[in-house]
């Protein structure tokens, strides 16, 4: 329709490069020289989430009979018109932009693998307005395939040849990038590790002389990337390069002390790389906390994660699930194996268990496989390792006990019982209450 209208209108940035990687991209955006109210006037559903900017949403008409979804009704596609940007004196944003050609909006971007434009339209080809040019490219994508895709890359930048050589290289003057937006730098990191792309020497040198920028970032900005860099599987990689290149102290402060696992191996990411791949934030963050040598003993858990909220702007969420693993690995190292029966099994249930236990195999795998089998001895007692409680606090009431401040102690220590398998009927567990309840009475 931008064609028609008499436009350029080419797919841009990370869709681009991911259709030449043969990689799915998470959306589609398109880059243009109609201006924003030329693209409103063009399509019926639109949304000017970004008018300063030259940003228009662009909605899906509604399916032609009620009730149908059409093939794409959820996508929303950010059309955006080419533009060269003024100064960025906030660190984030430009100041002001000047509506312009595809090639300053090329020039103005951030890396060379993301400046890139494809145009969907071959010369002297003619399409209707919602089909596709051809078929082939990222299944479902309607892009063309193999060479026909790389024919139709307008490349302004040298972008194709560092996509080509796997290389991620800062658009023009690597300083001036960063300058204009110091979260790049993240950004850099993130995209490097998750393509598996070397950041190109100039680039890399420059963020590590911008570092101590990031301190200037809101800690919102920061958070937000880092979970990014936290949820995919190139976490640990991506986790070393920022220590690499100098980022890791603006955002959780300098290092004291190089953690080490399995004797002489350098603790770099070596416990983030062992969690699941569906590790979550706090998870993650409690593995850099032992990498990184910042908690070395339980009174440092609070701390750093207290210092760590505030600088990544964690939710209450996110910090507790790093507290637990922290005091599991502590409990696993100090604790666990002189532990009583009833606390053995309370701890093997609780919250960050399971990733602390894969935090500690990477250092010590001879205690890990103790512990583990202990669990598992654990779990084939008669009760198990977390069995339903046989008296509750109903059970209490209907044999005469008044709620109290000592209720939740006597519940806690009838259950402590159970895991120990002292009893395992309700009646033996009413039984024994009546006793304890007798000696507290002596007492």
Known sequence: MLREGGHVAYFAGGCVRDELLGLAPADYD???????????????????????????LVKPPPPARPGRDGPHEDHVI????????????????????????????????????????????????????????????????????????????????????????RVLRAVGDPDARLAEDHLRALRAVRLSARLG?????????????????????????????????????????????????????????PRVIRAKVSGDVDGTAARLASLAPQAGV??????????????????????????????????????????RVLESYFTLRQEFMIAGVARQKRWAVRGGFAAAMRILRVEDALLAGVIEKRVEELARTAAGLAPEPLVTGDDLIGIGLKPGPGFAGLLARLYDAQLEDLFVTREVGLGLCLLYTSDAADE
């Open 30 to 56: 398109v880059a243009t020289d109609a201006t924003p109210d030329r693209v409103s006037a063009l399509f019926r559903r639109t949304a000017h989430v970004g008018a300063h900017f030259g940003v228009v």
């Open 78 to 165: 950010e059309v955006a018109t080419f533009r060269s940007d003024g100064a960025y004196s906030d660190r984030r944003r430009p100041d002001s932009i000047t509506f312009s050609d595809a090639k300053s909006d090329a020039q103005r971007r951030d890396f060379t693998v993301n400046a890139l434009f494809l145009d969907p339209v071959p010369a002297g080809a003619q399409t209707n307005p919602g089909e596709p040019a051809a078929a082939g490219g990222t299944p479902g994508s309607g892009l063309p395939a193999g060479p026909a895709l790389r024919d139709q890359i307008v490349d302004f930048v040298g972008g194709l040849a560092d996509l080509d050589a």
């Open 197 to 253: 792309f070397a950041i190109e020497p100039r680039t890399a040198a420059a963020i590590s002389a911008h570092a101590r920028d990031l301190g200037g970032v809101s800690p919102e900005r920061i958070g937000d990337e880092m979970r990014r860099i936290l949820g995919h599987p190139t976490r640990a990689a991506a986790v070393a390069s920022l220590e690499k290149l100098g980022l890791d102290a603006p955002m959780l402060g």
């Open 282 to 323: 706090g998870e993650c963050l409690a593995a850099i906390a032992l990498d990184r040598g910042d908690v070395t003993g339980p009174s440092g858990v609070q701390p750093t994660l207290t210092r760590w909220r505030r600088t990544l702007c964690l939710s209450n969420d996110e910090r507790e699930a790093a507290r």
